[in-house]
């Protein structure tokens, strides 16, 4: 059978033609190295006739589908065995009137491929109009990172370089970075990031909430800062039972460095770096060993707040049986869970497959899942449970992270965070939030490591979006001018007045979210918002935003506005 291709600039042609006319042109090819038979790919209807197809789809009853976040399966997949190895495609929007993005390849550790949905391959004529490019800082990238990028067709500009036309900037950025980024440009920390990402701010912040909202907010171990609360530890010291233990932290260090337990007699000194927690006695136990769980959440948004956790990640086990004898306090292996502490072990078991992810002194999600059903837990119910520590930890912090951003809307979309949460589970099946690492480790020390952080850091930068930017064209498109806004005639929105009630932004805003839900893939929970449960939360913020308000009231009224808008 005789399929034909069609690209930008390219008239219909024959397999044969296609490949005789790239056999002449092979040696032309600005992308050296890369098989460029493009003949086998076969677009999608959406790709084709990309403005008709869009708007019939619109018009489907399935679209409620789609705005709901469900899955996409009925349309129609291009294998990834059809596009060459690391050329540059483009993920065409599901939606009208938004901006098609970067579509990232899981690199070969992954062992799977991306379902090429609504996409299409580069022409050689785009991949130099558009010049992918990516700064990572840092003397030793993370493997995970740069392999991502190099499978999407980015080439790395030296940290050093001084050239600031780059798609996206993995590390933190400097004030001169933030100030001067357009709306093409993406960035993985958001100014402010350490509100969560400290232990000292995020008890702060948390502890705020945990008095207004106290059975809400019961996920978090009670905490001194010594530096404000030392006396009134020292009073609960005092008159503590005898067996009682602490564990006393430092506010921004990692790694387990630092970390000691504390006991009734344990002298303590006034420090305005460190902070003590409350011990959980009662951990669940796997073969009667302690863990946590890392568990990957990304914020791709705080106005509206857009939350998505990852469905896999890693479970750390301590390496020694659990015990709170006093005798074995100091030990800590018993004790800490960190994977640094813990690796140094001569109980520590290193994993060698990634396909027996169940073995050695750290599992992945899945394997932990299973193992709670062969114990009779409904793992389902407990990740709920994760779910909704995550989210509310979230909304505590962004009042403190939207106060710290610039509010303007061309950078509303310019940065996203990967929080690593450390979430400890009580015999009673209890989830209770540690700490949130900001630059959660990607080290890959397995080859379990290496394929869960690969696929997550694909599937981070796939679901944010980087848009396409022609670098050759100096003016970059300014945002649409930002409208007076009141929040108190939401409630009265409709599909029959949304027209007239609604701003451009108001609209981008919508269609921004369902696109970033749309490309989450198989891999990513959005939590926030969800049509399900947003309602549940929205009383827990602490002002009422616009944008959230908005997002609510687009799921309650159950019809399409986009429809309308389009």
Request: aromatic fraction near 12%; proline fraction near 5%; include cysteine.
């Amino acid at each position: 059978m005789r399929q034909k291709l069609q690209l930008k600039g390219d008239t219909s042609l024959s397999q044969s033609a296609i490949q005789r006319r790239n056999s002449n042109q092979r040696q032309k090819s600005p992308v050296q190295g890369r098989r460029l038979f493009l003949s086998h790919v076969i677009q999608t209807p959406q790709s084709q006739q990309y403005g008709q197809t869009q708007q019939q789809q619109l018009q489907q009853p399935q679209q409620q589908q789609l705005i709901q976040g469900r899955s996409h399966s009925q349309s129609k997949v291009v294998f990834q065995e059809e596009i060459p190895q690391k050329w540059p495609i483009i993920q065409l929007p599901f939606l009208k009137n938004t901006e098609p993005t970067i579509f990232f390849q899981y690199p070969p550790v992954c062992e799977d491929k991306r379902p090429l949905v609504n996409a299409r391959p580069m022409t050689e004529e785009e991949i130099k109009k558009y010049s992918l490019t990516c700064k990572v800082l840092g003397s030793a990238p993370y493997k995970c990172v740069l392999t991502s990028f190099d499978w999407a067709g980015f080439k790395r500009i030296d940290e050093d370089d001084e050239d600031e036309e780059w798609n996206v900037q993995w590390g933190i950025g400097n004030k001169t970075t933030l100030r001067n980024m357009n709306r093409y440009q993406k960035i993985n920390h958001f100014p402010g990031c350490w509100n969560m990402g400290r232990k000292d701010l995020l008890w702060i912040n948390l502890s705020k909430f945990k008095r207004k909202y106290p059975k809400e907010y019961n996920f978090i171990p009670n905490t001194y800062l010594l530096q404000y609360d030392y006396d009134r530890f020292i009073m609960a010291q005092e008159s503590a039972q005898k067996d009682t233990l602490w564990i006393k932290k430092p506010c921004a260090d990692s790694r387990g460095r630092g970390i000691t337990m504390i006991s009734k007699k344990s002298k303590v000194k006034r420090d305005k770096n460190f902070l003590i927690m409350d011990y959980i006695y009662n951990p669940h136990l796997i073969n009667g060993f302690k863990y946590d769980l890392r568990v990957y959440v990304l914020i791709s948004c705080f106005d509206p707040l857009r939350v998505y956790m990852y469905k896999d990640g890693l479970v750390r086990f301590a390496t020694q049986k659990y015990s709170t004898n006093s005798k074995d306090l100091t030990k800590r292996y018993i004790h800490l869970t960190n994977f640094a502490v813990n690796k140094l072990s001569p109980n520590f078991v290193k994993n060698q497959n990634s396909q027996k992810d169940d073995e050695g002194s750290k599992w992945s999600h899945h394997a932990y899942r299973k193992k709670l059903e062969e114990l009779g837990v409904d793992s389902r119910e407990l990740f709920n449970r994760i779910k909704d520590v995550v989210l509310k930890t979230c909304i505590a912090t962004e009042p403190f992270m939207l106060d710290s951003n610039a509010k303007s809307q061309e950078h509303r979309n310019g940065y996203f965070e990967l929080y690593g949460f450390d979430v400890l589970i009580d015999e009673n099946l209890k989830p209770w939030v540690l700490e949130v690492n900001v630059s959660p480790s990607l080290n890959s020390s397995s080859p379990l490591d290496k394929k869960i952080k690969t696929f997550l850091i694909s599937d981070v930068l796939h679901l944010v979006g980087v848009p396409l930017w022609d670098k050759s064209n100096q003016k970059v498109a300014s945002p649409p001018k930002y409208n007076q806004r009141n929040i108190k005639e939401i409630p009265n929105i409709n599909t029959s007045n949304c027209l007239s009630k609604l701003s451009q932004n108001d609209f981008n805003m919508l269609i921004h979210t369902v696109e970033e839900v749309k490309r989450r893939g198989k891999n990513f929970s959005c939590i926030f918002p969800n049509p399900k449960t947003i309602h549940q939360y929205m009383d827990l913020f602490e002002f009422p935003r616009y944008n959230n308000k908005l997002i609510e009231r687009f799921y309650q009224d159950r019809c399409n506005w986009l429809s309308r808008y389009n």
